[in-house]
């Protein structure tokens, strides 16, 4: 079966840095558009970067934009988010998802795998 796995998660204060992975397996990963998306309190989920199946395609929340990179490495079936500069608005829970499509997408209903999901608090 797909499984997904988020790690690297924690608490960082506020201008600190975080490094996310998501190990995919039973997939055609390369096959795969990758998003992730994140989830606070109270709130939706919503998206927050996403790349291509073979990397060259890019694409970010403006409320993260210039602070946040996603990169994947299809050899090892894995994604990262490098979150740099945070803030504690980005605290939430943060998902990886796969979706089979060229173009990496922005809505969350059109993936079709997710993983658990990791915890990131950041603190004033």
């Known amino acids: 079966q797909v499984q997904l796995v988020e790690s690297g998660g924690g608490l960082v204060q506020a201008g600190g840095s975080l490094r996310l992975s998501c190990a995919a397996s039973g997939l055609t990963f390369s096959r795969y558009a990758m998003g992730w998306f994140r989830q606070a309190p109270g709130k939706e989920r919503e998206f927050v970067a996403a790349i291509s199946r073979s990397g060259a395609t890019t694409d970010y929340a403006d409320s993260v934009k210039g602070r946040f990179t996603v990169s994947r490495d299809n050899a090892k079936n894995t994604v990262v988010l490098q979150m740099n500069s945070l803030k504690p608005e980005d605290t939430a829970v943060y998902y990886c998802?796969?979706?089979?499509?060229?173009?990496?997408?922005?809505?969350?209903?059109?993936?079709?795998?997710w993983g658990q999901g990791t915890q990131v608090t950041v603190s004033s």
């Open positions: 998802a796969a979706d089979f499509r060229v173009v990496p997408q922005t809505d969350s209903y059109k993936y079709d795998y």
